[in-house]
């Protein structure tokens, strides 16, 4: 079954819905990692309109230039239908051709209403930033949670922890092999060779990839720019190295998050903890089964410390909170949580835990957080911990 027939709609779709039967205002633009459903979700949406939609793609082999955007625009006009330009990053001038058209049709009183999609959210902020301050409203469409792939496909909580949150796998994970060739080849090959490589100017295309690899292998962890280096065997230098897990975590693969310090710039100046957005691609690179790794105490506790740190970072990611990690000597908070004056320090636990949990102690000593949570062991259960919306766990602090 296709997403598009799929009965399951995201919560974006009645967002979007809503803006778009609003009077002519704003410039839609969808945005978020590759393969989590941003097309069908805005196809869903239209549907629900009383006018068409002209669907076109810029994602094709040979980029597209900025005449054939202009084409799109007039067959629009003319049909009196909702335009929506998927991967419209990948054409050269695209926000420069938008803000043209968006203005000619503004002072002619034209209602023409426009949507525009990319799976590289970095790439299409720079040219929304650029160009279109002012004209634009910003949907960002995330991975997709425990809850919704449950609802969606009957996911339990431990095929969700294995095979994660891409809907377009979900049918294949009754093949192990399969699945991971899906996962390896369409999501992350095509993201990198596709949204990056061929988009962005890398100088060292292969130390991204490995940086990648590296990541998705120490998800959870700390490591310094200089110990990243030694592991990756590279020449590179540490800018290098931050600017590539920008890009990586801009384009919904892995990223690295901050020492929480209480100040932005010396949280900035921190080694980062890096983490997978999403657990699949760490158990597909792994190549084990998910009874391997189930039977595997070390590996399922780094599978379930990244599932609650990728539930967080999508959250964070889609502006809902800050995501950070602390630590100072020989004390650690997995993850801390801030929106506005609201703070929480988050445990994390895979089995039975002591007592008394001395990094969170310390950071209570330190910053005061309104709320101390520990997840799994003897604390929130994992799975209501994941069935809530990330920013729920901010309530009352």
């Not at 600017?243 to 100046?269: E, F, I, M, P």
Request: aromatic residues 8%.
């Amino acid at each position: 079954m296709s997403m598009l027939s799929h009965p399951y709609q995201r919560p974006h779709v009645a967002e979007l819905v809503r803006r778009l039967a609003e009077p002519r205002r704003f410039i839609q633009v969808v945005t978020g990692p590759r393969q989590v459903g941003k097309t069908t979700l805005v196809l869903q949406a239209v549907a629900g309109l009383d006018v068409p939609p002209r669907f076109a793609s810029a994602d094709e082999p040979t980029l597209r230039g900025a005449a054939w955007i202009q084409q799109q625009w007039d067959a629009a006009r003319l049909e009196g239908a909702v335009l929506v330009l998927d991967e419209v990053q990948k054409v050269t001038g695209w926000s420069e051709t938008v803000k043209r058209l968006w203005d000619e049709d503004t002072r002619a009183g034209r209602g023409l209403r426009v949507v525009l999609l990319g799976s590289a959210p970095l790439l299409v902020q720079r040219g929304l930033t650029e160009s279109l301050a002012g004209r634009f409203e910003l949907l960002h469409v995330g991975h997709w949670s425990y809850a919704e792939m449950r609802a969606a496909f009957g996911f339990d909580l431990e095929r969700y922890l294995y095979f994660g949150g891409y809907p377009g796998a979900a049918a294949l994970t009754g093949e192990s092999d399969r699945w991971r060739r899906y996962v390896l080849d369409s999501l992350i090959e095509t993201t990198i060779s596709r949204d990056l490589l061929l988009l962005t100017r890398i100088d060292k295309p292969a130390l991204l990839r490995r940086l990648f690899e590296l990541a998705c292998r120490y998800s959870g962890q700390v490591l310094s720019y200089n110990k990243m280096l030694g592991q990756l065997q590279d020449a590179g230098n540490t800018t290098t190295l931050a600017h590539y897990l920008d890009l990586l975590s801009g384009a919904g693969l892995v990223t690295g998050l901050q020492k929480y310090a209480g100040d932005a710039a010396r949280s900035r100046a921190s080694s980062p903890k890096l983490q997978v957005l999403n657990t699949a691609l760490m158990t597909a690179l792994w190549g084990q089964s998910l009874e391997e790794v189930r039977s595997d105490g070390e590996r399922w506790g780094r599978l379930v410390e990244s599932a609650v740190g990728a539930h967080l970072a999508n959250a964070a990611a889609a502006g809902d909170l800050e995501l950070y990690y602390w630590r100072e000597r020989n004390h650690e908070v997995d993850f801390v949580i801030r929106a506005g004056k609201r703070l929480a320090a988050i445990e994390v636990k895979s089995s039975r835990s002591p007592d008394r949990l001395p990094g969170t102690e310390a950071f209570g000593r330190a910053f005061s957080p309104r709320r101390t949570l520990l997840v799994g062991g003897d604390g929130i259960d994992l799975e209501r911990f994941l069935d809530q919306p990330a920013e729920r766990w901010l309530e009352g602090a």
